[in-house]
């Protein structure tokens, strides 16, 4: 059975970088979306970047755009989420997931990884 792990998580100060890691483990993996999500206390889950797995096509929400660069390693099955310039309002636990197909929902998520980011 496939899993996803996230990792990369920390505490960092306003302005600081981190990368976070989502690796996928198991036998097949067959996805053709893969997402970083996040959500913070009190707020909705909410979509932060996106990336066709096999095309390479990215989307990014706006608050994010510019500092934030998603990127797979294909032999790795792993998606990257390169956080750069961070800021207090980021504080958040990051999950990932991935979308077998493109009618269906993201069906396959990571457990998270709490990212603080200090002002």
């Known amino acids: 059975q496939v899993q996803l792990a996230e990792s990369g998580g920390g505490l960092v100060q306003a302005g600081g970088s981190l990368r976070l890691s989502c690796a996928a483990s198991?036998?097949?993996?067959?996805?053709?979306?893969m997402g970083w999500f996040r959500q913070s206390p009190g707020k909705e889950r909410e979509v932060v970047a996106t990336?066709?797995?096999?095309?390479?096509?990215?989307r990014y929400t706006d608050s994010v755009k510019g500092r934030f660069t998603i990127s797979r390693d294909l032999a790795k099955n792993t998606v990257y989420l390169r956080m750069n310039n961070l800021k207090p309002e980021d504080t958040a636990i990051y999950y990932c997931?991935?979308?077998?197909?493109?009618?269906?929902?993201?069906?396959?998520w990571g457990q998270g990884t709490q990212v603080t980011v200090s002002s």
């Open positions: 990336i066709n797995w096999s095309g390479g096509t990215v």
């Open positions: 198991g036998r097949t993996f067959n996805t053709v979306v």
């Open positions: 997931a991935s979308q077998r197909d493109y009618s269906g929902p993201y069906n396959l």
